[in-house]
């Protein structure tokens, strides 16, 4: 027992670490995108390109990642991906400092993966956890991201002067350091390796496995909570710009926004464990529903803080649940492919949703960013109700 909560909270921590890095890349990836794009004459409507570029990267790290993981333990595959985003880190700063939009984008593939290992330190938890304590495990790295809320964005505004003549160019460089504090973090770290039956049996076969109502419901949650989040997200910094909002404003919405996405995780496994997880999900897709209702309404600050606050909230109940839904859907053998797959399909909605945030939002505006993700949540609510219907005999915790 204490054994795995000392995981659990090193784990937690180096999910805090990521986070931190990731919501200072939300808030300043953009507009160092847009500024580079102008520098070099290329269009506005590409500054959203390397962060798509970094979620493209994340997808297609996922499943190489967890198959590696399941070959060589945990620790390894993670102490690789702290790696490729210090690496990341240094080659963004020197891509701001001469003003090369090419050299960023390249840094944000190294940004992506790291991100595709680091999105398995909530499995990795829950794989740490016994049962009863499984959703608690997953809550509770997830809940590190409540320091990334604190001091992502504050790290992007203290630092984005810090270096005459390249904006933000500071900020990259304190990513070399929350990275190399994720690496020592690992180092404590002691998850075993798998054994030779679970390196070497697959279990069932995948078609199987993703035919199963649980699988759909799960993967949906996470592939429409995080597509409609980085939809939006992205597109706010650019849309506050738009409507002449300060940096400092901007940077005070997303941190709220980086709030609702990981506070909630003190208590969503509670939740999860006392309402039932569908119930947590369509809780956290009207919220996605109410976000949209309040952007349509406004443009001050507090439409856009309030909205982003609801947005992360709803992001952390459909996330937080679906994973937790999706360890429903397989055994030990199954877990690396199908975590794999669920991470890949989660990346994929995540990375075209960004493009769109940048063509969206500078050929047709605010308001086509909101309505736009509208059949996303209006089907997401439907096939969570769909599944409490079809399961409520066999699985009443629903």
């Given amino acids: 027992m204490l054994n795995m909560k000392r995981n659990v909270g090193l784990l937690a921590a180096c999910q805090a670490l990521m986070m931190t890095a990731n919501v200072l890349l939300i808030t300043t990836s953009a507009l160092v995108g847009q500024r580079l794009a102008t520098i070099q004459g290329l269009s506005e409507s590409l500054a959203t390109l390397p962060l798509m570029i970094q979620f493209l990267a994340t997808m297609l790290t996922t499943i190489p990642a967890s198959l590696l993981m399941k070959r060589v333990g945990r620790r390894a595959g993670f102490l690789l991906g702290s790696g490729a985003g210090l ?25 992506g993966i790291n991100n595709g290992f680091g999105t398995y330190y909530r499995f990795a938890a829950a794989d740490s956890a016994t049962l009863d304590y499984r959703a608690n495990a997953i809550s509770y790295v997830m809940a590190g991201g409540v320091i990334a809320a604190l001091l992502g964005t504050d790290l ?8 005459d003549g390249a904006p933000f160019a ?36 995948l078609r199987v496995i993703v035919a199963q109502k649980t699988f759909i419901v799960a993967v949906a949650a996470g592939m429409v909570g995080y597509g409609v989040m980085s939809l939006i997200m992205t597109a706010t910094p650019l849309a506050m710009s738009a409507h002449a909002h300060n940096f400092s404003s901007t940077a005070f919405v997303i941190e709220w926004h980086a709030l609702g996405m990981f506070a909630p995780s003190f208590f969503t496994g509670h939740l999860i464990r006392r309402l039932g997880v569908a119930n947590v999900m369509l809780a956290g897709a009207l919220l996605n529903a109410l976000t949209v209702a309040i952007n349509l309404a406004g443009t001050s600050d507090t439409h856009f803080w309030l909205a982003l606050f609801l947005l992360g909230v709803g992001w952390n109940f459909l996330y937080v649940g679906g994973t937790t839904l999706l360890t429903e859907a397989h055994d030990e053998q199954e877990k690396a492919k199908v975590q794999a797959l669920n991470d890949f ?8 949703a960004i493009f769109m945030a940048g063509v969206l939002q500078y050929e047709f505006g605010w308001r086509a960013v909101n309505l736009g993700v509208l059949p996303l949540i209006g089907a997401i609510l439907i096939m969570v109700l769909w599944l409490k219907r079809r399961h409520r005999r066999d699985l009443p915790a629903l």
Avoid: C, E, K
Wanted: proline share 4%; net charge positive.
């Fill in 156 to 163: 992007a505004n203290w630092t984005r002067g810090l270096l």
């Fill in 170 to 205: 500071g900020s990259y460089f304190v990513l070399i350091g929350l990275y190399t504090m994720s690496l020592v973090a690992l180092v404590f770290i002691r998850i075993p390796r798998p054994d030779v039956w679970t390196r070497t049996h697959s279990g069932r076969p």
């Fill in 87 to 111: 690496a990341g880190g240094v080659l963004a700063a020197y891509a701001i400092m001469q003003g090369s939009f090419a050299l960023f984008a390249l840094a944000t593939v190294l940004f």
């Fill in 345 to 352: 399909l989660i990346y994929t909605a995540a990375a075209g």
